[in-house]
């Protein structure tokens, strides 16, 4: 295993599905490798690479990196080298077929118990291959425990994560195997 190096498998609660990730420290920053199994046995590769200061650097999706998205020094955002100007701000990718992209805010934040804070994500949706920016709250609840906040929404969903920031369980969604 690579130092630094952390591996989860994640079930689906809300339906079939898997989703089997590591984490790493890499070139400088962070590495977040996974591969999300769907209901109907999609595999769906994914890796996401941030800088030293925890913010997204660049995204791959895809066997044959069928969408790439990368988030320049100066905050602009691109999918597949076409510039999202609507996204700009951003810090963060949020994927929606995986728990793993909270764990980059979450370790980025470094909140105490009782703080909050408020980023940009952007979410990609995956039906129609567009980015859409995301206002989200983080407030860490506890040592292990943070609500996350859709602005947007106003839903909030409650995950339990480990030492490491990574995802233990997002009730009715995800629950954490190893």
């Not at 591996?7 to 920053?29: H, P, Q, T």
């Not at 995204?59 to 790439?68: A, Q, T």
Request: charged share 25%; glycine share 8%.
């Amino acid at each position: 295993m690579i130092a630094g190096a952390h591996a989860i498998l994640w079930l689906r609660e809300d339906g079939k599905g898997n989703d089997a990730c590591r984490f790493a420290n890499a070139e400088g920053g962070y590495l977040i490798d996974g591969s999300s199994t769907d209901v109907d046995g999609t595999v769906l590769r994914y890796r996401i690479r941030a800088r030293a200061d925890g913010t997204t650097r660049r995204v791959r999706i895809g066997r044959k990196s069928r969408l790439n998205l990368r988030h320049k020094k100066d905050g602009s955002w691109t999918l597949n080298d076409a510039p999202m100007p609507g996204i700009q701000g951003a810090t963060d990718i949020l994927l929606d077929f995986t728990p793993a992209s909270f764990t980059l805010p979450i370790r980025r934040l470094a909140l105490d118990t009782g703080a909050q804070s408020e980023i940009i994500a952007a979410r990609l949706d995956m039906a129609t291959e567009q980015l859409t920016p995301l206002h989200l709250v983080f407030r860490r609840i506890s040592e292990d425990t943070y609500e996350v906040e859709t602005v947007e929404t106003g839903t909030t969903t409650r995950i339990s994560v480990n030492d490491h920031g990574i995802v233990q369980s997002q009730p009715g969604q995800w629950i954490a195997q190893a």
